[in-house]
């Protein structure tokens, strides 16, 4: 470590999508679930460069969701190391690391933990290109962190803390909802030009599984996605959420009811031209979050529409979330914005 800190500043560069990493393909690959796609990202991104680190508590041994496994024995334990339980210091150094010109991908264990950091990453990262009038930067920080329900975590292993950061200009928020997307978008955080904040949605590390391709792609941020098209209603999620909404499009459509459905990957900057422009066709829009709904990113999105759609809105704006609590334990599936809920508002916002 005295060698890396010691060592001259060096210019980062930043890959396009046109150079070096391909887009995502149709191609297919090798079945993984979404922690091994995370491991798979990780892998080719200290494989391409040199000057990348992997950092965090207990990623040396593979991490308690094991997103980690067999770095250290590969890159060696200068590039891939455990720090102390202090979330403040991971990401204070992280800064400083991808300030000298290093990729600095640090993993916070539970995003629950984040807040310890919270001054940091709002206060150091995101404002250390702007107030160095671009002289100096930190874009080569990702930072990562497990979020969500889990099914048994309650109050400090279950929170869902995006919104909090997408009030921050200069750092971008991201959140995958599968493997495949979940490798190109980790490139790409990986690769961007600005300080990420990726979060990781943990009830999927093991669930979700689909073919991978092997090889290095990026997806690309900020760009939302249409996962399933429709006529009556825009729905908008996320991560781990965009599963359940997928089922309750399902039983919506045995009602005759016709959703599209939309994934917002980026959620700061996010893609409201996407959503535009399906609100402007279906005249409705649902958003749905395991977040409180105060507060909550949903929010941000529904005042954007509202400007937006105004004229083409056939029913208020309907957001399916989190409740104002903290996360329980045993009543967490009365907390959760489960396929019912999200059915029952579908219905009632056509309705209207």
């Keep these: 470590m005295a060698a890396l800190l010691g060592r001259s500043c060096r210019k980062l560069s930043f890959p396009s999508l046109s150079h070096g990493a391909r887009r995502v393909s149709t191609e297919t690959g090798k079945s993984l679930n979404l922690y091994s796609a995370i491991n798979q990202a990780l892998h080719i991104a200290l494989d391409t460069d040199p000057w990348s680190y992997v950092f965090g508590e207990d990623v040396g041994f ?26 403040q210091g991971i990401v204070g150094f992280g800064i400083g690391l991808a300030a000298m010109g290093n990729r600095a991908i640090v993993e916070i264990q539970f995003a629950d933990y984040i807040y310890p950091a919270f001054d940091q990453i709002v206060n150091e990262a995101a404002k ?3 107030r160095s009038g671009n002289q100096f930067n930190c874009g080569g920080l990702t930072i990562r962190a497990p979020y969500g329900a889990v099914g048994h975590g309650g109050h400090y292993h279950s929170q869902s803390p995006e919104a909090f950061f997408c009030h921050v200009p200069g ?9 495949r997307e979940a490798k190109g978008l980790l490139l790409s955080c990986i690769r961007d030009p600005n300080p990420v904040v990726f979060f990781e949605p943990k009830w999927l590390y093991r669930q979700a599984v689909e073919e991978v391709p092997e090889h290095d792609y990026m997806i690309p941020l900020s760009e939302a996605e249409v996962i399933r098209e429709g006529n009556d209603i825009t ?3 996320w991560g781990a959420q965009l599963t359940i909404m997928e089922q309750a499009c399902l039983d919506a459509e045995k009602e005759g009811i016709s959703c599209e459905l939309i994934d917002l990957k980026t959620l700061l900057p996010w893609d409201k031209e996407t959503v535009e422009a399906s609100v402007k066709k279906t005249g409705r829009l649902l958003i749905s979050h395991e977040a409180p709904v105060t507060g909550g990113f949903g929010a941000e999105i529904s005042a954007t529409i509202l400007e937006r759609c105004f004229l083409k809105l056939e029913a208020p704006v309907s957001r399916v979330c989190g409740l104002d609590t903290p996360f329980p334990l045993v009543f967490e599936p009365f907390y959760m914005p489960t396929k019912n809920k999200i059915l029952d508002a579908i219905k009632s916002t056509v309705n209207y």
């Design 62 to 87: 593979g991490g308690v969701f094991r997103c980690t496994t067999g770095l250290a024995e590969r890159f060696g334990k200068n590039r891939v190391f455990n720090t102390p339980l202090c979330e």
């Design 128 to 130: 250390f290109r702007y």
């Design 171 to 179: 750092i971008k928020v991201v959140i995958p909802r599968s493997p």
């Design 235 to 237: 729905l908008v999620g």
